[in-house]
């Protein structure tokens, strides 16, 4: 009788709440496998920079393994805030991923006023790879060494000068952290781009620059920069004659670049994994390992969780530098 009583209870549900109800328990496979349409990745910078060509690769590769397609939207603007609030205020359904860089863990720093919350708008889903800068100089000057560059700072106050690509930029902030553990007191000249930066450089405007590698090797192989040092934690093998800031003797220093993956915070951590296990799959495909030769870059598979905390780590680094060279949003 309980049960008759029960069906006929049930025959009066309203068909649109069993519907909701339903879908509300239903399984994911049930609604459809991840990914069932393409997926948006913003990069913040224009078209044709390092970060905008690894977001491609490793896209071009996403796509092959989802079987659908995964574009590269390119939002430049404002130091990557522009491209960074339009991936905060996406959903967080899996679609749209944000390519991030060391803007992302230096511009909280910066601006206090960023229109999202850094770390609490986006979840980490992938680290793609890790790259280091290298300390170039203009060969007419008498300096072989970060010794000699420390040296000569340390008798001319203020004389010896680097360029970077902008205040703020990691370029930037990789000189301010080598004046600190160093020492020294080094002007800085903030160019619009590394172009122009490394022209100045060429010509002997500006005597130093800590360049990334795509940036400066040819320079450097050609003989017309004269590479110090490589600011990564162990030596090279892109360039392997070459001693690291720490062995020349600048204890502790160390400033790697990084690309990886964010999604906005409450995507689900199933989507989450089979992401950072598509990254996985991507980058040990071959033509990553002859970027990793070439380029100095190394790509090393983790956890969304491992991408975080080394994140928050190199924030924190960053905070700590900008607070000590007091420097300001423009």
Request: net charge neutral; glycine share 8%; hydrophobic share 45%.
């Amino acid at each position: 009788m309980q049960a008759i009583v029960g069906q006929v209870r049930l025959a009066f549900v309203p068909a649109s709440l069993l519907c909701l109800t339903l879908l509300a328990v239903a399984p994911r496979s049930a609604q459809g496998a991840y990914p069932d349409k393409a997926i948006r990745v913003i990069v913040p910078f224009a078209p044709g920079g390092g970060v905008d060509i690894m977001a491609r690769l490793i896209s071009d590769f996403m796509s092959k393994d989802f079987g659908k397609p995964v574009i590269v939207e390119n939002k430049p603007g404002a130091g990557t805030i522009v491209g960074t609030q339009a991936a905060a205020s996406s959903a967080p359904d899996g679609y749209t991923l944000l390519m991030a860089s060391p803007p992302f863990a230096i511009n909280p720093a910066i601006n206090a006023n960023l229109p999202y919350d850094t770390f609490k708008a986006f979840a980490p889903v992938a680290l793609v790879a890790r790259s280091f800068d290298i300390v170039v100089v203009n060969p007419k000057l008498p300096l072989m060494s970060i010794q000699d560059v420390i040296a000569y700072a340390r008798a001319n106050p203020g004389k010896l000068n680097f360029g970077s690509p902008g205040i703020g930029s990691s370029p930037h902030l990789a000189g301010e952290y080598f004046k600190n553990l160093a020492g020294v007191d080094i002007t800085h000249v903030p160019y619009k781009g590394s172009a122009p930066a490394l022209t100045d450089l060429l010509g002997g405007q500006i005597q130093m620059i800590f360049s990334t590698v795509p940036s400066a090797a040819s320079y450097v192989h050609s003989g017309q920069l004269r590479a110090l040092a490589v600011t990564s934690a162990q030596r090279s093998a892109a360039f392997p004659d070459l001693p690291t800031v720490a062995e020349a003797g600048v204890a502790g220093y160390v400033v790697e670049s990084w690309y990886g993956f964010y999604a906005p915070t409450g995507t689900a951590p199933d989507v989450v994994n089979l992401l950072n296990a598509s990254v996985a799959k991507a980058i040990r495909a071959g033509v990553f390992k002859t970027i990793e030769t070439n380029e100095g870059l190394t790509f090393t598979p983790g956890t969304p969780e491992d991408f975080g905390r080394y994140v928050i780590e190199d924030a924190a680094r960053w905070r700590d530098v900008v607070k000590g060279a007091n420097i300001q949003p423009q």
